[in-house]
């Protein structure tokens, strides 16, 4: 089958993707301090990095062009840091930043607590209720395999997400039908909702359950720029026969040190004066690192 060409943006360096990741962490801060509900601020935090690489660079795709059939699909199966995903898509030109503060979380708006494709054209898959993102994921690649089509798709689920039974389900048949083309992210932050995880499920030895599942198995720290780059860049061609997932260790509430592995910031919100303090501890951990 012809593929339309997508015009995607020229490769970022690694330094442009961390000045963007770190663009993405303020404005979802802002919009935390402005809105009046709770955020899923943790979560979102911890994929900030994640969802800037794949974005920026690792996904073919197309703000003018959202239904070429040649695009990356990409599924947000934890559907909770929906939001991170509408600001990385508004940084990209899919949406725009105002609209979302605007009208963020409100009965009438498009941009729901949880992400929905029919309201909102760009996002791909309607998510939110965990479990699911990767037999969607699943059924998407094999749909591309039927079609002869060689696009990739790819999902980012929570580890703690991963205790529900349809991901192995999921897990086993992508491997059982061969589907080179599926990529799996996980945000490894070893914390669920109001728990560490390892107190609830024993996750451990995590990367070899999923090499038992004969995934292609890549281990990350999820907040290196240049690991999750070269992880994307040795991604096998999408039209061989095994899919990858790529487990990448974070810190949920990352950048933040007062939200950083705190079981009370899974989901909050922030009033103008703590998130003055945010921003400024973001600043601070921003120096840091620099250091
Ligand atoms: C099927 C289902 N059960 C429960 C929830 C409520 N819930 C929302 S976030 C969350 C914690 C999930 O943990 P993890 O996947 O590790 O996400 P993260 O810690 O990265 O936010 C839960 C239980 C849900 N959204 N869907």
Redesign the pocket.
């Known amino acids: 089958m012809t593929q339309t060409v997508l015009d995607t943006e020229p490769d970022h360096s690694v330094e442009e993707l961390e000045d963007l990741a770190y663009e993405l962490r303020r404005l979802l801060l802002n919009l935390c301090g402005t809105y009046e509900g709770a955020v899923?601020i943790?979560?979102d935090l911890?994929v900030a990095d994640i969802l800037t690489a794949l974005f920026h660079r690792g996904l073919r795709i197309d703000p003018n062009d959202i239904r070429n059939p040649a695009r990356d699909r990409f599924v947000l199966s934890?559907?909770?840091?929906a939001v991170c995903m509408y600001i990385a898509m508004a940084m990209r030109g899919f949406f725009d930043y105002d609209d979302i503060v605007a009208t963020y979380g409100q009965l009438d708006s498009a941009y729901g607590m949880h992400p929905c494709k029919v309201q909102l054209p760009g996002v791909e898959a309607s998510t939110?209720?965990?479990?699911h993102g990767l037999p969607l994921a699943v059924g998407m690649a094999l749909s591309a395999r039927h079609r002869r089509e060689t696009h990739r798709v790819v999902t980012l689920?929570?580890?703690?997400?991963t205790g529900?039974g349809s991901v192995w389900e999921a897990a086993m048949a992508g491997r059982s039908q061969k589907l080179g083309n599926l990529v799996a992210f996980i945000?490894r932050?070893r914390?669920?909702?109001t728990s560490f995880?390892e107190e609830r499920v024993m996750f451990e030895p995590y990367p070899d359950k999923w090499r038992a599942f004969g995934w292609n198995v890549v281990e990350v720290d999820g907040h290196d720029m240049r690991q999750l780059v070269d992880a994307i860049d040795a991604l096998p061609d999408p039209t061989s026969d095994v899919p990858t997932v790529i487990i990448c260790e974070t810190v949920?509430g990352k950048g933040v040190d007062f939200m950083e592995r705190n079981l009370a910031w899974?989901a909050g919100s922030l009033g103008a004066q703590d998130l003055e303090r945010a921003m400024a501890a973001l600043e601070a951990s921003r120096n840091k690192e620099a250091h």
Do not use: I, T, V, W
Request: avoid cysteine; hydrophobic fraction near 25%; charge should be negative.
């Open positions: 899923h943790g979560g911890s934890k559907g909770h840091a939110g209720s965990l479990g689920m929570g580890d703690g997400e529900e945000d932050n914390q669920l909702m995880a949920k899974h």
